[in-house]
């Protein structure tokens, strides 16, 4: 009785393995099918809908999202030179725990994991197109706007999905926030420089933190015309992404048409860099009430 319970059970399990092997054979074989259907309709002419995704980053970064105004994408023909599809990327920035820290193979989604921005469109290909697809942004901070490019071989059919195509954006946000563009300047006066720096995604620029302001070289100019008379080493003002530095007023002898202001960040390990600047009329020196005792 043994014998033929284990016998059984054998034949059960044979059975089993069979049956897996002819369903697996059968999805394959209907697998082919569906890629063959999509072949024959591009061979016959017929445009094939193929989903295409794209996502702009910052590079280095987080996703380039509705905070700082996305990002415009197009998609061209190359051969033809047709434009195939334009927008604009929405959403947001990511999960900056999941992009910055959290370690994936290769082959793994690095952006798409949760929530995040992204250009969605859907092509009808009648054959295997050559497509340049570019992003420009971030919108926001026209100053700051950088844009990239990439061609790719698109193949009816066969959508573009998960990560999709990622286009790296290099750069910061600099935007001087003290003196505030144009206001103008009293000769001689010590007077408090100070800017911001982000990430092109948004994100905060700051000692110790995902984006290393000591990793940074982030200086001030003072400037006559296109002469540097002054440089100044900005230093962390323990606000958000604020960095400043004093600078003396020439006298308006010394700049008769005013002077300039340029803030820079540079990260030549990280490949990003970002500048800001702004012009300022000089005023003679004046008076001031003497403060009573």
Known sequence: ???????????????????CSILLGLFASLAQAGDSANSISAVDGEPVATEVMVR???????VVG????GARVT??????????????????????NQIMHTPRLMEEPHYSTRPSGSFRTTLHLDRPTLVEISAQGPLAYPASMQRASKTV????????TRDGIVLDLNGYIVQIEHPAAGESLIAKEDVTLRASVRTLSGALVRP?????????????????????????????????SSFEAPFFVPTPAEAPKGISLRVVAADG??????????????LPEQLRPRKQP
Request: net charge negative; no cysteine.
């Open 269 to 282: 390990a990280g490949a990003n860099f970002g500048m800001d600047q702004a012009n300022y009329p000089v």
């Open 56 to 62: 702009v980053v910052a590079h280095g970064a987080m």
């Open 75 to 96: 998609i061209t023909d190359v051969a033809t030179g047709r434009l195939l599809a334009s927008g604009q990327q929405q959403g947001e920035a990511g999960d900056q």
């Open 1 to 19: 009785m043994r014998n033929r319970s284990s016998l059984n059970l054998h034949l059960n399990l044979s059975d089993l393995l069979s049956l």
């Open 153 to 160: 071989l698109l193949i009816p059919g066969r959508d573009l």
């Open 208 to 240: 110790h933190g995902d984006w290393d302001s000591r990793k940074i070289t982030i200086y001030g100019e003072v400037m006559i015309g296109d002469r540097v008379i002054e440089r100044l080493q900005l230093f962390y003002s323990g606000s958000k």
């Open 66 to 69: 509705d905070e700082v105004g």
